[in-house]
């Protein structure tokens, strides 16, 4: 394998992960069932005033927010009767944060779902006779070490979550925004850390099912080609011996 192959499969390897994670960010930030769980589990409403038909739409519009060039966060509800905007001028400012970085996710979904697809059909083009095996066993190499990486954060995240939460906002934000009042500040009452637990647990399902399967599709095919060959030279061999003389 010459050094260009090596490099383009090693970074092929890398962008499995990279795109399941970030496909399964993707997917839960749009998923509306993640925020009305949520809101149910930790009573939102009750500490919010806020009535669960109205929650729901503050997440329908949180969602659109993210995902259009709306700016900035205008958010309106009715708390315990009363229409008021949700969110001071610090939650709007890091909302729109959080805004970015979503986006950041998305880009690194797509930028890496369009590396797999397209070296997929590059070593289809330079390599037909074994491309099916080579493309398999890096599957394989990329789904093994996504469940790797997903074990590793999980573990972590259930014995240390608020450290791993504080470290994400240390690293993911450049101002203070962030630190905001679980007393009196709408964003923080609304999404609660364990809400966050939960939301990150959800991302680690998705992600490892998606490398399992990727797993187990690639490792069974490698599996079934070496039997089939093991297969194919006992045949040759049988064939190949000298009948005995009568």
């Known amino acids: ?18 795109f ?27 500490y919010t005033g806020i ?11 949180i969602r659109h927010y993210f995902n259009s060039s709306d700016e900035p966060l205008v958010l309106r509800s009715r708390v315990f009767g009363e229409e008021q905007e949700i969110f001071d001028h610090r939650e709007v400012y890091h909302m729109r944060d959080v805004k970015r970085l979503i986006r950041g996710v998305y ?14 059909i590059a070593r289809f083009c330079w390599q ?12 394989l190499w990329g789904g093994v070490s ?4 997903v074990l590793g954060l999980g573990l972590f995240a259930l014995v240390g979550f608020d450290t791993l939460f504080l470290k994400f906002h240390q690293l993911s934000f450049a101002n203070d925004f962030w630190q905001l009042d ?15 637990l939960d939301a990150t647990m959800y991302v680690a399902e998705l992600t490892a099912g998606g490398a399992a399967l990727l797993t187990g599709i690639s ?26 003389e009568g």
């Open 107 to 120: 880009t690194v979904a797509v930028g890496s779902g369009v590396y797999v697809l397209g070296a997929a």
């Open 1 to 18: 394998m010459s050094r260009f192959a090596r490099i383009a499969a090693v970074l092929f390897i890398i962008a499995v992960p990279l």
């Open 146 to 149: 996504t469940l790797a990486l």
């Open 20 to 46: 399941l994670v970030s496909a399964s960010v993707t997917w839960a930030v749009n998923d509306p069932n993640v925020y009305h769980r949520g809101f149910a589990k930790y009573q939102i409403s009750l």
């Open 51 to 61: 009535t669960e038909v109205d929650l729901r739409q503050v997440g329908a519009e």
């Open 128 to 139: 037909r006779h074994h491309f099916v095996e080579t493309l398999a066993r890096l599957c």
């Open 219 to 244: 490792g069974g095919y490698l599996l079934h080609h070496r039997l089939k060959s093991q297969s194919d030279q006992e045949v040759l061999s049988g064939n190949g011996k000298k009948a005995p």
């Open 182 to 196: 679980p007393q009196t500040d709408y964003l923080v009452i609304m999404f609660p850390q364990g809400f966050w």
